[in-house]
């Protein structure tokens, strides 16, 4: 056994003499870099001996965390601009909205320096919050300008690696007041994105191998990979998928999708929903009334000039005096915000052929896109109104339809939408949805509290058909409000209307607002009903029953 003095103790301080190498976080910061993420650090590592300013440098090994994080803070709030140009001060202040903050030792050599992963309001450049740290606090700080994001800074401080196997558990974390609190894990986790785990992928099949590193397994294509492909390439066709791979995959890529040919339809299908998720998730916290609202903000696809379809509706109203505009408007906005019910009752605007039915509605397809909308269905279709059971349809835009026709229609086996059903269905009451049960055990029971619209030919619209009675007919007839378009449009005038949803939510808003107007303040737009008084109950008589029922403790025996 070799003894302890025995070692070679000038080699031993000479490796100590040599000078350290450079951090990994001491990278080259980019001063011109506007950027909202950050990672800080102070150590005394930077000082420079040749800085004799006032106040003198300190040691950030004698500062705690949370002193560290006072004076980040302070000189983000004030910091220190110099600029020889002038300039107007940026009108609102930056402040920081995420904070954490570690303190590290990262070798034996090494002091103990100061990290900070800080997130902020706005795009701003580094140099005048560097500026406060050192004159103010005497702090030499190094901005990095490599993180692009907060998940990569956060994940940089939090998370344990090859390199730095031991990280800060008592970091301090910090949000602002009435905030959710951070979770780390989510926080430091990189985003998935198409075109990053496609290059990555293609990366390591160009790695270079190691021999020294044990052989393990190789990592095969599978359906993420698939997933990116078809997102990143646009590949959104069975035929497009298997010409992009038969010239351009590799051979593992032509085995995986040849074995799975059969299934590809439904894996791009997968693919399109991974891709619409976040945008589905968020449209899911708004409510199909601030949708409309959002969107009548918009410029449509027409252009700032003017919009093709606005020009379209104006003619359309003009034309048809029967069909006051306001009144529609309204109509849709209340129906759209409180669902059908006798109250709020679904338009249905009604008419011959060719009297622009369709071109005032056509629009909220846009509106709530293709995959939320529900149309009308088949006449004699054994499940008609199944999408409704995926609570994935935000409106119900049944086009030419006959409400008779199909309350009527076919006789065997039952009719397709039965009188019942329609008047359950748009007066908010339960009713249950026929499914296939090859997947279903049973039929789930749906109420519907979401908008709804109708256009029809007018000509024998309410007239008797098979087993529907007039008197289910003016039941029906009582769950819609109906609006009469009377003018044709020549052939020679017809127009390819747009889908202009900002548009189409601009004139629901406007014309909305003034149809309350004309109204007056006794009946409001902004609910369905008029708020009702409630009523106090009558006391129970609790002496008079005891009486009556010889029982000393008021109970009364049946």
Known sequence: MVNAQEVDQPAALERLQEPLPPPEWLDDAD?????????????????DVNDTGSPPLKNPAELSRKEFQDALFDAVANPIVFSPRGGRPRSQPTTIVKYIGVEEQHTLRDDFHHHAAVKLSHKSRFMPFKLALRQRHGLATHWSTSHQQYWSAARYLTATTEHKPVVDVDRVVWTPEGSPEMNIFEESQEPWQANTWRKRREAALSAPVDPEQPSGKKRRFNKMDFTALVIDQGLWTRDSVMSYVESKGSAEMQTWVNARQRKLKEFIQDAEEW????????????TDWQLVERLSLGTCQCGAQGCLWWSLAEQFFHRNAGVDRERLAASL??????????????????????????????????????????NKPKIGASCPLSRLAQGKIRFMYFDDYRPVDYAALPKVPAPTIPATLFLAMFCG????????QSFHDGHPEVEWHRGAAMTAKEEGLWEPKADVTREEIRHMQSRVEQFVA????????????????????????TDSISFANRQGPERPLSSARPPLAPLARPELPIAELAHASGSADGAIWL
């Open 486 to 509: 009377s003018f044709q449009i020549p052939e020679a005038d017809f127009e390819t209307a747009p889908l202009c949803k900002e548009s189409w939510c601009r004139w629901i808003l």
């Open 275 to 286: 891709r619409a998720a976040p945008a589905a998730a968020q449209a899911e916290k708004e």
């Open 429 to 436: 009451q339960p009713f249950d949805v026929v499914v296939s």
């Open 333 to 374: 906005r209340k129906v759209i915000q409180f669902g059908p019910g006798k109250i709020a009752k679904v338009p249905l605007i009604v008419g011959a052929t060719n009297t622009g039915k369709s071109t005032v509605l056509d629009p909220v397809r846009a509106v709530f896109g293709p995959g939320a909308i529900l």
């Open 31 to 47: 001063e011109t870099a506007q950027l909202m993420v950050y990672l800080v650090t102070a150590s005394a590592r930077l000082h």
